[in-house]
Nanobody, 132 residues
Framework: QVQLAESGGGLVQAGGSLTLSCVTS????????MGWFRQFPGKERAIVAAINWSSEGTFYADSVKGRFTISRDNPKNTAYLQMNDLKPEDTAIYYC?????????????????????????WGQGTQVTVSS
């Protein structure tokens, strides 16, 4: 059974930084597409960032481009979300997700492009609160 566990959330002042970690177990991490999502109160979860199995492909929501960085360490079965210059509007529950399917990335001219898709495995979420 695949399990994901996020950590690293907390309270930070605007302009500060946090790094979220997502450790997976019970599967073959190196073969997974990984994603970070967030959920605002009363809203559905939305993609924040995604990374393909080899780290060759990354995707960011427009709202976090230039501030957040997704990465992964396959030998450590861990994905990361480095969040810099945090804003109060980044306050949300952050979830990591994994999927062993191949449908999240398409290759055009040898480069991977994120096309979305459903994820089969989810963590429990970690709260990030940014104070103004």
């Amino acid at each position: 059974q695949v399990q994901l566990a996020e950590s690293g959330g907390g309270l930070v002042q605007a302009g500060g930084s946090l790094t979220l970690s997502c450790v997976t177990s019970g599967g073959t991490f190196s073969g997974y597409a990984m994603g970070w999502f967030r959920q605002f109160p009363g809203k559905e979860r939305a993609i924040v960032a995604a990374i393909n199995w080899s780290s060759e492909g990354t995707f960011y929501a427009d709202s976090v481009k230039g501030r957040f960085t997704i990465s992964r360490d396959n030998p450590k079965n861990t994905a990361y979300l480095q969040m810099n210059d945090l804003k109060p509007e980044d306050t949300a529950i952050y979830y990591c997700a994994a999927d062993e399917g191949l449908g999240h990335w398409k290759y055009y001219s040898g480069r991977p492009y994120y096309i979305g898709g459903e994820y089969g495995y989810w963590g429990q979420g970690t709260q990030v609160t940014v104070s103004s």
